[in-house]
């Protein structure tokens, strides 16, 4: 939609700057229509980025956030959708047909790149995920204040305290029917773009809420900038492994259900993607 509208206002203005200097009738639109089309996608261009730093601008990071916002979750969807073709990824889905169509669950995903969160935002539209994050990110441009408005929580991964806190507050949200929870175990993006084993804590909110577990893979995402800024395509694979039932992960400890979910994430992607250092 975003991608529709900052292409086709560009062709409209061109082709009426054509009409403003006489039409067709004579050679002037083999200048005109380029140029008017070219201006006006700088233009237009620019008003969208100009629209989003006010939106940016219009969040307090301080202020509580205590419901998901329609407004910035309906922006979010669409700067998600435009940004997947606009870096030239070529996306191969598979198992999304298993996503629990009624009540929240909690998302577990391998970590790669920053483009992680927004592949999975842009599959998992209508599910209303809320991403538990570093602090650090906080800061980031836009994304820092619109990850505020769609109760995103901020893990700090060196205080055990904070960190639960912030499992407990993504407890409070799936009970209240506020939003979904999504989290990459393994903590950080690792150098060696493989999987690594994971901080268990997170698994908690599962078994604290008695909600699916969504396990998925992410493949190549860590090329896709490396890529796009050479206009090279990337293909990106997203695959939905299984979801385990309440009844599945009965009985089990904390870290008896995160090593399940490493093992099954770890089949999916294959030993040469799974890190042998841990």
Known sequence: MLLGFLFSVPAVCAVILCLCFG?????????????????????????????????????????????????????????????IPILSVRMHVSGLEKTPKEGRFLLVCNHLNEMDPVVLLHYFRDSQLAFISKQEN??????????????????????????????????????????SIAVFPEGYIKPDRKLHHFRHGVFKIAQKTKVPIVVCTLQNTQYVF?????????????????????????????VELGTKVYEMMAQDLGPENVSSEE
């Open 23 to 83: 039409g067709f009738e004579s050679l002037a639109w083999l200048w005109l229509l380029p140029v008017g089309y070219i201006g006006s996608l700088i233009v237009t261009a620019g008003l969208i980025f100009l629209f989003v730093r006010i939106c940016e601008k219009a969040v307090d990071p301080n202020k509580p956030q205590e419901e998901d916002s329609k407004f910035y979750r309906f922006l979010v969807r669409l700067i998600a959708e435009a940004a």
């Open 138 to 179: 906080q800061n980031m441009f836009v994304v820092g204040r619109f990850m505020h408005k769609l109760l995103c929580q901020l893990m700090n991964r060196e205080n055990d305290r904070e960190a639960l806190k912030t499992i407990l507050k993504c407890v409070e949200l799936i009970k209240e029917d506020k939003v």
């Open 226 to 254: 490396h890529n796009g800024l050479r206009l090279k395509p990337t293909d990106v694979h997203l695959h939905l492994v299984e979801v385990l039932q309440p009844e599945d992960y009965e009985g089990m400890s904390t």
